[in-house]
């Protein structure tokens, strides 16, 4: 599920190295702050015997699954500073380490990402480091709204990009209009030849409108045959998303479960979105983001290795009031640096945000 070498990897469904340090239960959140930042910091609280302690009293009130606390660390990319930027916003990154997967990349590490309004775009850039700096591809986009023979749409975004190790590819899934998502496939990582359609809105139960924003994953479900799931957003007639899901063998031909895996009233808000899979201590779960009339956070879901499991752990990550997060986190993407964990993610309103990287 994860790709990795010995220093430093990008992971497509993340594992972290070290316990997190959120307060999850807001109940005890005022005892256990004080605690879990001793912990955390290593600092002696003003005295050498509050030292003694933290390092030999166990790690108190991880954050839920036991992820890390990720905090805000810089803004990576802001629309204003891009030479393509047809509308003035970006959405959706989605980070992947390429240096010990293809010859001569342009960085370690690729970051794509787009805006979402038309006329959209898959767009690409480059860096050395999760901190970045990242520089823009020049010829962005590199995937854009008008690919004759196969498609010409008003718009298309929310790319997420697979690494096949078994063909040396990275495998593209965007979407086009809302209720269509693409597959396209790359040996560089920059140019993709288009494959086919994996899900429209007609594979979902009628009133469906949209099925986008979608995020696949290498994971086994031996009970149905599965290598690959699929995480995306669901949307119909009552203007409230789900997270749908569905599982495949080869990542091209799909079969998709007809009820949400996450309801939107599962968790008291009205809209969910932005799914990504991680897993950790042999279970598996689920993060994804909130409409910003309710918090604007990132909550996750522990759905178990199987699918099988709704635990709702609550928050993930608490968006900022502050720039660049404005009150609302959406969409990240998961990976370390050498050994370190990063969340890049889209920070601020919909359509009037920047892609951001917390550090954990």
């Given at each position: 599920?994860?790709?990795?070498?010995?220093?430093?990897?990008?992971?497509?469904?993340?594992?972290?190295?070290?316990?997190?340090?959120?307060?999850?239960?807001?109940?005890?959140?005022?005892?256990?702050?004080?605690?879990?930042?001793?912990?955390?910091?290593?600092?002696?609280?003003g005295s050498a015997a509050a030292a003694s302690t933290a390092s030999t009293a166990p790690a108190l009130a991880a954050a839920?699954?036991?992820?890390?606390?990720?905090?805000?660390?810089?803004?990576?990319?802001?629309?204003?500073?891009?030479?393509?930027?047809?509308?003035?916003?970006?959405?959706?990154?989605?980070?992947?380490?390429?240096?010990?997967?293809?010859?001569?990349?342009?960085?370690?590490?690729?970051?794509?990402?787009?805006?979402?309004?038309?006329?959209?775009?898959?767009?690409?850039?480059?860096?050395?480091?999760?901190?970045?700096?990242?520089?823009?591809?020049?010829?962005?986009?590199?995937?854009?709204?008008?690919?004759?023979?196969?498609?010409?749409?008003?718009?298309?975004?929310?790319?997420?990009?697979?690494?096949?190790?078994?063909?040396?590819?990275?495998?593209?899934?965007?979407?086009?209009?809302?209720?269509?998502?693409?597959?396209?496939?790359?040996?560089?990582?920059?140019?993709?030849?288009?494959?086919?359609?994996?899900?429209?809105?007609?594979?979902?139960?009628?009133?469906?409108?949209?099925?986008?924003?979608?995020?696949?994953?290498?994971?086994?479900?031996?009970?149905?045959?599965?290598?690959?799931?699929?995480?995306?957003?669901?949307?119909?007639?009552?203007?409230?998303?789900?997270?749908?899901?569905?599982?495949?063998?080869?990542?091209?031909?799909?079969?998709?479960?007809?009820?949400?895996?996450?309801?939107?009233?599962?968790?008291?808000?009205?809209?969910?979105?932005?799914?990504?899979?991680?897993?950790?201590?042999?279970?598996?779960?689920?993060?994804?983001?909130?409409?910003?009339?309710?918090?604007?956070?990132?909550?996750?879901?522990?759905?178990?290795?199987?699918?099988?499991?709704?635990?709702?752990?609550?928050?993930?990550?608490?968006?900022?009031?502050?720039?660049?997060?404005?009150?609302?986190?959406?969409?990240?993407?998961?990976?370390?640096?050498?050994?370190?964990?990063?969340?890049?993610?889209?920070?601020?309103?919909?359509?009037?945000?920047?892609?951001?990287?917390?550090r954990g």
């Amino acid at each position: 599920m994860t790709q990795h070498d010995s220093n430093e990897h990008v992971s497509e469904s993340y594992q972290p190295e070290n316990p997190g340090r959120r307060i999850f239960l807001r109940a005890a959140a005022a005892t256990a702050a004080v605690a879990s930042g001793v912990v955390a910091t290593g600092a002696a609280a003003g005295s050498a015997a509050a030292a003694s302690t933290a390092s030999t009293a166990p790690a108190l009130a991880a954050a839920p699954g036991g992820f890390p606390d990720y905090k805000y660390l810089k803004t990576l990319l802001k629309p204003s500073q891009l030479k393509y930027n047809p509308t003035g916003e970006i959405i959706f990154p989605c980070i992947r380490g390429v240096y010990d997967k293809l010859a001569n990349p342009l960085g370690r590490y690729y970051l794509y990402y787009g805006p979402h309004d038309a006329p959209g775009g898959i767009c690409l850039a480059y860096g050395d480091s999760l901190e970045g700096p990242f520089t823009e591809y020049t010829a962005n986009p590199i995937v854009s709204n008008n690919w004759q023979p196969h498609y010409k749409v008003s718009h298309v975004a929310s790319p997420h990009v697979l690494w096949r190790e078994d063909l040396k590819e990275l495998w593209l899934y965007f979407h086009g209009e809302n209720g269509t998502t693409r597959l396209a496939r790359s040996k560089n990582g920059i140019t993709f030849t288009y494959d086919k359609v994996v899900l429209t809105k007609d594979m979902m139960p009628a009133g469906t409108n949209e099925t986008s924003y979608a995020r696949v994953f290498q994971h086994e479900l031996p009970s149905r045959g599965a290598h690959y799931v699929m995480l995306f957003m669901l949307n119909n007639q009552s203007n409230r998303r789900d997270i749908g899901w569905g599982w495949s063998a080869d990542g091209r031909n799909w079969t998709f479960a007809q009820t949400p895996l996450i309801r939107h009233s599962d968790v008291g808000v009205n809209n969910i979105s932005g799914p990504h899979l991680l897993s950790r201590n042999g279970s598996s779960y689920v993060v994804y983001h909130t409409d910003k009339e309710h918090g604007g956070n990132l909550l996750i879901t522990e759905v178990g290795n199987d699918f099988s499991r709704r635990n709702h752990l609550g928050l993930f990550y608490d968006s900022a009031n502050t720039a660049p997060d404005n009150g609302r986190s959406a969409a990240p993407s998961f990976g370390t640096d050498r050994g370190v964990p990063y969340m890049v993610y889209e920070a601020g309103e919909r359509l009037q945000g920047s892609i951001a990287v917390a550090r954990g």
